[in-house]
């Protein structure tokens, strides 16, 4: 028999995490800290997650019995990644309730799905096409060009299962290699700023947003965010604030969703949703009275949702395996600095491109901090030691 879908869990009930990643991680230390017990599900041995709890599971997301004994063995389930099998999705809610659901991520998994149900609930995104063989292809970049981004519509992240392309032959290759089915072409948009925006909907219907925040990626991955976004792009956080909270009600939302957008021509255009606590967020948690983990866990338990106001401005940096090459960084230099705190996520090997944690630094100004955090990521580096570039 399913559980009931929507009275308030109080601390004590127990909580399921999908995923044993940093996100589960960092939600497991703020459902502890509220008196909940978490159990995690992953198929990774020593998951980060399962690190810092007690009860841990790990099987095969593609295991019913598995996944039946997990619903059972919870009051509720969350995720920390969104690509799930839906049939995983959809056995574990029968039991217990999944927040968010199978609407959010039915939605988030795919990029033509996602696209287009943003598109036809009047959202902006960024101009794009299915793709399906060659012909289709070609019709693609008639119409928009040949400047393109093709994607595999599943399963990509952190800039995996995407080509860029500049001519139709260009285009055909990539096809070759990323499809030739289940394909999206996405115009490539010349924008001057990426910003994001979480959004948080409770059980009970109540929504709040976080403050819009500015990000810089390199080589496709996050590698600096801060909080409040600079002077000339506070004109876009009404707008942001409309289309988040809009997203969050027209799929149903309950837990947490970021909105990750492109600024073009003094416009916001969607990038891509991501129904979870997101990497730019995780400034949250030194920078705002509620951090993105902890506001997870209100609207998936049904408290009142917490404040997000700004207590400081802030910079995060990711710390990538990067920094790892000439050994053991300086963290002494880290722990020295009263504005600045370290999260490290537990993960034993450390590889060019892999995020091994993040450190967030607080200041006056969020230009001050950010100047603040990539001169100490710097530092952290033992000498002769090499840094992928960053803005600076």
């Known amino acids: ?22 996100l589960g ?31 841990s599971l790990q099987r095969s997301l593609e295991d019913p019995q598995a996944i039946e004994e997990f619903a059972k063995s919870v009051d509720v389930i969350t995720l920390e990644f969104e690509n799930i099998p839906l049939v995983a999705i ?3 809610a029968s039991i217990t309730p999944v927040r968010p659901g199978e609407l959010v991520l039915a939605t988030a998994q795919n990029r033509i799905v996602e696209k287009s149900t943003l598109s036809s609930a009047g959202f902006p995104v960024t101009p794009f096409r299915a793709i399906d063989d060659v012909a289709s292809l070609q019709a693609a970049g008639a119409e928009l060009g040949w400047d393109l981004i093709l994607k595999t519509a599943n399963w990509g992240y952190d800039g995996k299962g995407q080509r860029s392309v500049h001519s139709e032959s260009e285009a055909i290759d990539a096809l070759a290699l990323l499809g030739p089915k289940n394909v999206i072409a996405e115009k490539r948009i010349a924008f001057t700023d990426e910003v994001s925006m979480l959004v948080a909907r409770s059980v009970q219907g109540e929504i709040k947003t976080f403050p819009l925040i500015q990000n810089t990626h390199v080589r496709h991955i996050l590698d600096l965010s801060v909080c409040p976004v600079p002077d000339r792009l ?15 009600e027209n799929l149903g939302l309950i837990g947490l969703l970021c909105v990750e957008f492109f600024v073009a021509d003094g416009k916001l255009l969607i990038n891509e949703i991501a129904p979870r606590p997101h990497n730019s967020g995780h400034l949250t948690i030194e ?15 049904g408290l009142p949702l917490g404040s997000t106001a700004i207590r400081s401005p802030a910079a995060m940096v990711n710390l990538m395996g990067d920094i790892w090459n000439l050994g053991e960084p300086d963290w002494e230099s880290i722990c020295a600095v009263p504005e600045a705190t370290l999260h490290l996520y537990g993960k034993a090997t450390p590889r060019v491109g892999r995020k091994m944690g993040h ?34």
Do not use: W
């Open 359 to 392: 450190l967030t630094v607080l200041g006056q100004t969020s230009e001050q901090a950010a100047a603040h955090a990539i001169e100490l990521r710097r530092k952290i580096i033992r000498s002769g030691g090499q840094l992928f570039p960053t803005m600076e």
């Open 25 to 55: 991680r960092m939600f497991a230390q703020v459902a502890h800290r509220f008196g909940y017990h978490v159990r995690i599900f992953s198929n990774e041995d020593d998951s980060p997650a399962s690190q810092v709890t007690a009860q």
């Open 287 to 301: 920078a705002c009275k509620t951090s993105q983990f902890e506001q997870q866990l209100r609207a998936v338990v």
């Open 1 to 22: 028999m399913a559980r009931p879908r929507n009275k308030i869990l109080l601390p004590g009930s127990r909580i399921g995490v999908l995923g044993g990643g940093q």
């Open 234 to 248: 506070t004109s876009l956080c009404a707008e942001a604030e409309s289309i988040a909270i809009g997203i969050a």
């Open 90 to 92: 959809q056995r574990a």
